[in-house]
């Protein structure tokens, strides 16, 4: 197969009709193309003129582009509201031309028809100039480049970088592998196989008709048609869980897709959760400081001070009594020497008004003299009943070492609202953007995966038990058939049917088996050889396993750990190579970028190999890619043609023949 042209008209980047042409002297095309240019528009275009529909790669969920992003912008602004790609090619002597045309409806009439359902898709496919049926026109298609396989005819960036990684999960192998056993054309010969399996059994069950009359033929007869009906319900029940097992892998992959475009979302709420959890556990140990700060307040200051004021105060009330008594008596002592005086100067008794003689004049001048000497001991004892109330002084010593506590306690808790604060604030910035509703949608999604994976596990389990019972009905069934074989007549035609069709499925059996390993081991020879003719560190090689997965060895055959993004560039084009070359599908590889992840050397070393992939090469390059020096004496004998893109403004691109490098200047 050699495609010829591609023509586009309002597709992506390509307002109106453009136009890549395909001579068919040489195997290499090269397309120029900065980012933005429409360098990815041909590969979309090739899978959607092919399937109807283009995977958007920059999706992690695997999303289809909408029919409005595959409509140029402008050609939607102007009301041209369709788009049309257009692919002539050549096929074993027989010249092909597909249209695809999206266009909108003819009875919608709203201004801005921005959904896939306001539009309708027409396909038109000739062969020989034969136009065919609307029936057989994608069934047309699918025979000659299967959508299973076209991954490894329609390479974009993300398959080459990620094929090798891709071939190491476990779901992914099993699908990757159904695509490249496809390619192979094993899946073909495995559906032989089944066919004459069955061809066989019913004949068999003919010549089981034509047994003797004996007890052990009806024996025999018996037990077989027993264990056709056992292998036929494993087969009915294989056949359920595969489909099963198919369905419960699509919706994981889906769901895991889904998982993957929200995996933002999940992570946003994650981290607030933990800032939740976090916050709720500051709270709590804010409360907890609170509390034990009043409880300090409580018991290591208030309650000690309020027991020394009151101690204070009691020894201060005690004072003043005391003060005001010693007043009492002075002012009795005062009034007594009064008395007392006044009696020695009149020599008569106060009380009675009577003289007194010396000699009781000597008595009350003694007694004068004690009074005074009494009223001079109190006088020294005396302090003034407002002087007697103690300061704040009297418990500072006690303040000071509580407030130093306290201090640290309440710097404490300040540095927990400091935290409180912080935590807050950055849960209100993921607020701002972030929809709590998604986050009961995250959670859901992760159950349906669970209970996805807990089906398929089951599944599997149900499977590989079942294929285990069919294998062992299936070899119980061959022993039978030759116990049958002793009780019916090699002249009856019903059992010369019988053996002929038990022949026949035995040798494609055997021819099967070793087909299958002889196509792995031919892909995994020749991925091998370009690997190690492309890698330029002496010593790595590849192992292609059973499923296809690849590992990557030492000199010594020893596993040297995860590929480099160079490697796995490296790894792929081998990988893609070994199945172009082996595979039943003889189509062009169109590749997107092959060797954006390549050093220089690596880079120079495909350049020189990659003509050999396939009869047709078609590469889209960005600059760093391609170095026009060092690269063009290596193409330029195997080159057909080489485009370079314009881009035109912001949103179209214009498609010029030749290598323009002043147009690859960003």
């Known amino acids: 197969m050699r495609y010829k042209k591609l023509t586009l008209e309002n597709f992506r980047t390509f307002q109106g009709k453009h136009e890549f042409v395909f001579p068919d002297n040489k195997p290499l095309v090269v397309i120029h193309a900065i980012n ?41 602004e102007n009301n041209n509201r369709f788009f049309s790609i257009t692919l002539e090619f050549e096929n074993e002597g027989k010249n092909y031309e597909i249209n695809r045309r999206t266009q909108l409806r003819g009875d919608v009439s709203i201004p801005n028809p921005e959904e896939d359902r306001y539009y309708e898709t027409l396909l038109y496919v000739k062969k020989d100039g034969e136009v065919l049926s609307a029936a057989m026109s994608q069934p047309e298609i699918e025979n000659l480049i299967n959508k299973a396989v076209s991954r490894f005819f329609l390479v974009n960036r993300e398959e080459i970088q990620e094929l090798d990684t891709a071939l190491l999960d476990e779901r992914e192998n099993e699908l990757i592998k159904s695509e490249i056993e496809k390619s192979l054309g094993v899946e073909v010969l495995e559906r032989g196989k089944n066919i004459l399996n069955n061809i066989a059994i019913e004949f068999n069950k003919e010549a089981v008709k034509d047994t003797d009359n004996s007890k052990k033929a009806e024996k025999s007869r018996e037990d077989y048609e027993g264990e056709v009906e056992r292998v036929e319900k494993a087969k009915i029940s294989i056949a359920e869980l595969k489909k099963k097992l198919n369905e419960t892998q699509e919706k994981l992959l889906s769901l895991e897709k889904e998982q993957n475009s929200m995996k933002s979302i999940e992570e946003e709420a994650a981290k607030k959760q933990l800032l939740s959890e976090q916050l709720n556990s500051f709270e709590k140990q804010k409360i907890e400081k609170t509390n034990s700060i009043r409880e300090y307040v409580m018991k290591n200051w208030f309650l000690p001070i309020s027991d020394i004021a009151i101690k204070e105060y ?29 009696e020695i100067k ?38 003034e009943p407002t002087e007697v ?3 704040v002084q009297v418990i500072s010593p006690y303040i000071q070492p509580s407030i130093d506590t306290l201090e640290a306690l309440e710097s404490q808790l300040a540095s927990l609202e400091l935290d409180i604060f912080t935590i807050k604030n950055s849960i209100s910035k993921i607020d701002k953007g972030f929809d709590d509703s998604l986050i009961a949608e995250v959670k859901n ?61 035995d040798l494609f059996e055997n021819a099967f088996e070793k087909f299958r390993d002889s196509a792995r081991e031919d892909v995994a020879k020749l991925a091998k050889a370009v690997f190690e ?34 490697q796995s560039g490296v790894i792929a084009i081998s990988l893609i190579t070994a199945l172009a070359k082996n595979s039943v599908t003889n189509a062009p590889i169109i590749m997107d970028s092959p060797m ?25 390059v960005f600059p760093g890619e391609y170095d026009e020096k060092e690269h063009r004496k290596i193409i330029q004998k195997n080159l057909s043609i080489e485009y370079t893109l314009e881009k035109v403004g912001v949103y179209n691109a214009k498609i010029i023949q030749g290598y323009k490098p002043q147009l690859l200047e960003g």
């Open 314 to 342: 009691e020894n201060a009330k005690r004072a003043q009594e005391d003060a005001h008594q010693i007043k009492s008596k002075l002012q009795n002592i005062s009034l007594e020497i009064k008395k007392l005086e006044s």
């Open 445 to 505: 999604l992760r159950v349906k995966i669970k209970q996805q994976q807990e089906i398929e596990t089951l599944t599997k389990q149900d499977l590989e038990n079942k294929e285990h019972e069919l294998k062992m009905y299936s070899n119980r069934l061959k022993s039978l058939e030759k116990d049958i074989e002793k009780y019916t007549s090699d002249t009856k035609t019903s059992t010369k049917k019988s053996q002929f069709a038990k022949g026949i499925r």
């Open 389 to 391: 109330f103690p300061s």
């Open 346 to 383: 009149t020599e008569k008794c106060k009380n009675c008004n009577q003289p007194i003689n010396k000699t009781q004049v000597e008595k009350i001048k003694k007694k004068l003299e004690m009074e005074f000497k009494s009223k001079q001991e109190l006088e020294a004892q005396y302090i």
């Open 533 to 566: 003719n492309l890698i330029n560190t002496q010593g790595f090689q590849i192992d292609l396993e059973n499923d296809y997965s690849i590992s990557l060895k030492d000199e010594n055959g020893r596993n040297a750990g995860t590929p480099s993004a160079g």
């Open 596 to 620: 954006a992840s390549l050093d220089d050397i690596h880079t120079k070393k495909v350049w020189e190999f990659i003509h050999q992939i396939a009869d047709q090469v078609i590469l889209f």
């Open 36 to 76: 933005g240019t429409g360098k990815s528009a041909m590969l979309h275009a090739m899978n959607y003129v092919l399937y109807g529909e283009a995977i958007n790669p920059k999706s992690l969920s695997g999303d289809k582009f909408s029919i409005k992003q595959l409509l140029s912008i402008p050609a939607y």
